[in-house]
């Protein structure tokens, strides 16, 4: 009786095998988490030395290499409680550490990492994030770890990149150089999504114009929003079709979490004149285009006079919109005649905007438009 059960436990723990085999044969990652993206599974207590992870496969779908921190929500350092953004643990990386996964995906597809991050006691604290094999002549986005834009010690990051092979290593690495090498940034919640880079249409000479192709934005946790740092062109804009110009990032934003003049997705500027976002189109010499855009705020208690400025062609405006941070939009208008084959459209903020707990916020891009004046007379 009993070797009966034993037998059919056999069976069926065979079946859980092959059913357990089968499933990563085919798996291919789904938009959100990656498999242990948050760390919530850690190394075992033999392999973890205080708080430094002792050996290079210790935290489960991942490689570490160098002085890697497993750290638990609510640790201190000193007086300072370490802040782990998600769930009951994330990881610290110090001085030229890393962290890497690999991850299968569909080659010549275009993908998004977004990840939490947050520094500790260093000032400036700056984060690699690298692709591995690639095609190009540069597969990696440096992000600088600031702490101003949210009042939580810790933002969400993007980058986004083209998987030149199905087999990828996506590596998070430190550059930091701290006297202390516990000095380096927590990260937490590491996800991925595909980028649809949709062509442009009649409908729209812009290439995601509502922004609504974009990167993994989480979908349950309270610090919403996600940096798109500056200087990341296509491929490696996690914001298909744009470019986030000069020196700071613009802070991509969904409807589940803040007001959107349109769909899901929308930008919010939240370094003034520091950030800029272009994007650069066909046009025809000599034709009329109209530009149309909706500016408004996130319904995130930011308030005050907002204006949004649009260049293109030798034309530019400024639409100004009284924000009361409770949600709301204003439309703005250009026609401009091209005087080039190429076009640059630029969006920025004229001011700085800042929330009453000091994080800096701003105004809402959001439904930008490009259509040929010229096109619909001739129709
Ligand atoms: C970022 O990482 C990649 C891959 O390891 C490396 O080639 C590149 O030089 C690094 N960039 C910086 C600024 O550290
Ligand atoms: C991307 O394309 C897929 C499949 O066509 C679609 O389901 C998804 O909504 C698109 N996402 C965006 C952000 O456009
Ligand atoms: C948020 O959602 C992700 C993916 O669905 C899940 O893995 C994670 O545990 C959730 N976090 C919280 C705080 O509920």
């Not at 979908?219 to 919403?224: G, L």
């Not at 319904?299 to 308030?303: I, L, P």
């Given at each position: 009786m009993i070797s009966l059960i034993s037998i059919r436990m056999r069976k069926l723990e065979l079946l859980l095998l092959l059913l357990l085999a089968t499933c990563h044969t085919i798996f291919s990652i789904p938009d959100g988490l990656l498999p242990n993206g948050n760390f919530e599974l850690g190394p075992k207590p033999s392999q973890l030395k205080g708080t430094v992870v002792t050996a290079r496969d210790a935290i489960p779908e991942w490689t570490i290499s160098g002085f890697v921190e497993y750290i638990k929500a609510g640790q201190k350092q000193g007086d300072m409680v370490l802040l782990v953004p998600e769930g009951a643990s994330a990881v610290r990386l110090g001085n030229e550490a890393s962290i890497m996964q690999k991850v299968k995906l569909v080659k010549g597809m275009f993908y998004s990492i977004t990840f939490s991050a947050g520094r500790t006691c260093a000032q400036e604290e700056k984060i690699n994030v690298s692709v591995t094999p690639t095609n190009e002549k540069r597969n990696w986005g440096v992000f600088p770890i600031q702490t101003v834009h949210s009042s939580y010690g810790w933002d969400f990051y993007a980058c986004g990149f083209r998987a030149d092979n199905s087999d990828v290593e996506i590596m998070i690495h430190n550059t930091g150089d701290e006297?202390?090498?516990?000095c380096g940034p927590i990260v937490d919640s590491v996800a991925l999504a595909v980028l649809n880079h949709s062509k442009r249409t009649n409908e729209n000479l812009l290439k995601n114009g509502d922004f609504e192709d974009g990167p993994y934005v989480f979908?349950?946790?309270?610090?919403?929003g996600v940096l798109i740092p500056p200087n990341m062109d296509d491929p490696h804009s996690p914001l298909p079709g744009w470019i986030i110009e000069s020196l700071k990032s613009v802070k991509y934003i969904d409807s589940d979490h803040f007001f959107v003049p349109k769909g899901k997705r929308a930008i919010e500027f939240v370094a003034g004149r520091e950030s800029a976002i272009a994007q650069v189109v066909r046009t025809q010499t000599g034709w009329i285009y109209d530009l149309s855009f909706a500016v408004g705020d996130a319904?995130?208690?930011?308030?005050g006079s907002m204006t949004v400025e649009a260049f293109a062609g030798k034309e530019t405006v400024k639409v100004s919109y009284d924000s009361k941070g409770k949600g709301g939009f204003v439309r703005g208008k250009l026609r401009f005649k091209a005087v080039s084959s190429r076009t640059r459209i630029t969006f920025f903020s004229t001011f700085y905007s800042m929330k009453t707990d000091g994080s800096l916020c701003g105004p809402v891009l959001d439904d930008v438009k490009l259509l040929s004046a010229h096109y619909f007379r001739h129709r």
């Open positions: 006297e202390h090498p516990a979908p349950n946790v309270t610090n919403c319904n995130n208690a930011c308030e």
